[in-house]
């Protein structure tokens, strides 16, 4: 079982990306810990801590269902895709392991999945 997101623009050819679900939550977590809190303190997460103690572009994200849930709206894309560029800008410049890796190439994808989204004014959907 997996998600996947995709501009709801009813374009098939359109750019998608899926993960697993646990692979969904990691790269989740290391966008949180890239913003400087723990995920896993967040309502909604285990935690107790409020978002609106916290302040990042990436909320929209973050704190989605990973099933369901309501689509993020184009407005919500841009300022997503704009942190999700510089945080992915960030990462190709650490020494990392194999995880990060994959979470920059994560980040370059759902980049590329925001893009039309952004572009044709759509929202991004979670299936």
Partial sequence: ???????????NSSPD???SYSSFAAFR???AETEGFVLSEMRGF???RPWSEVS???EPLLDHPDAGGDDLSPDECVSILV???TIADQWAREDGDQLLRQHIEDANRLAGVLRPCVEKGVPLIFL
């Fill in 1 to 11: 079982m997996g998600l996947v997101l995709f501009p709801g623009d009813g374009d």
């Fill in 17 to 19: 990306v899926s993960w």
């Fill in 29 to 31: 977590q290391r966008l």
């Fill in 46 to 48: 285990g935690g107790e």
């Fill in 56 to 58: 990042t572009a990436l």
């Fill in 83 to 85: 942190r999700l560029e």
